[in-house]
Antibody, heavy 119, light 107 residues
Framework: QVQLQESGPGLVKPSLTLSLTCTVSGGSISNGGYYWSWVRHHPEKGLEWIGNIYHDATTFYNPSLRGRLFILIDTSKNQFSLQLLSVTAADTAFYYC???????????WGQGTAVIVSS | SYELTQPPSVSVSPGQTASITCSGDKLGDKYASWYQKKAGQSPGLIIYEDNKRPSGVPERFSGSNSGNTATLTISGTQAMDEADYYCQAWDISSSSMIFGGGTKLTV
């Protein structure tokens, strides 16, 4: 069965770039039937969609993050990644990667990783 | 921008039926999904395409979507169902995935 695992630094200084990687196991990220997502959870604000990427590198981003967000896919490593530029304390959250099917929601989630933005 | 509105909290007695609503403009024209989020755990998909249950999700969870409102119904609510519940839909106009603000279910 497909499993996802997030990795990356848990602490990022303000104004720098947050980089996270999601490694997919048990299935191919090149499967065209799925999209690959990043979602974050703010305990006080709930779930927030960050963006999606498809196997052909087509991306869809949350408009509120567009301009400082990049989601990339590396099919050779079966990974996709998130880069969020110029982070602030508002980007402190628990970050999840997930797999979804068009119109059908996200059915497989990583365990998540905590990211704190602080100097 | 498109928004989905949920009640912040819903309370239900064990064994009773809980209903959690999610409102958005013409939401019935979109597919709604629902996620369960417990503290310290990843979100889990419990309803997709308005009323379908992934394998492994108990039959007491059901969904509907019509007009401007999607509803998650939990029949015979159990203590283990206490969690935060989020609705989600895709907004074609902005090519964005939208989450509702979440509802805390207390059993």
């Amino acid at each position: 069965q497909v499993q996802l695992q997030e990795s990356g630094p848990g602490l990022v200084k303000p104004s720098l770039t947050l980089s996270l990687t999601c490694t997919v196991s048990g299935g191919s990220i090149s499967n065209g039937g799925y999209y690959w997502s990043w979602v974050r959870h703010h305990p006080e604000k709930g779930l927030e969609w960050i963006g999606n990427i498809y196997h052909d590198a087509t991306t869809f981003y949350n408009p509120s993050l567009r301009g400082r967000l990049f989601i990339l896919i590396d099919t050779s490593k079966n990974q996709f990644s998130l880069q969020l530029l110029s982070v602030t304390a508002a980007d402190t959250a628990f970050y999840y990667c997930a797999r979804g099917k068009r119109l059908s929601g996200m059915d497989v989630w990583g365990q998540g990783t905590a990211v704190i933005v602080s100097s | 921008s498109y928004e989905l509105t949920q009640p912040p909290s819903v309370s239900v007695s064990p064994g009773q039926t809980a209903s959690i609503t999610c409102s958005g403009d013409k939401l019935g024209d979109k597919y709604a999904s629902w996620y369960q989020k417990k503290a310290g755990q990843s979100p889990g998909l419990i309803i997709y395409e308005d009323n379908k249950r992934p394998s492994g999700v108990p039959e007491r969870f059901s969904g509907s979507n019509s007009g401007n409102t999607a509803t998650l119904t939990i029949s015979g609510t159990q203590a283990m169902d206490e969690a935060d519940y989020y609705c989600q839909a895709w907004d074609i106009s902005s090519s964005s995935m939208i989450f509702g603000g979440g509802t805390k279910l207390t059993v």
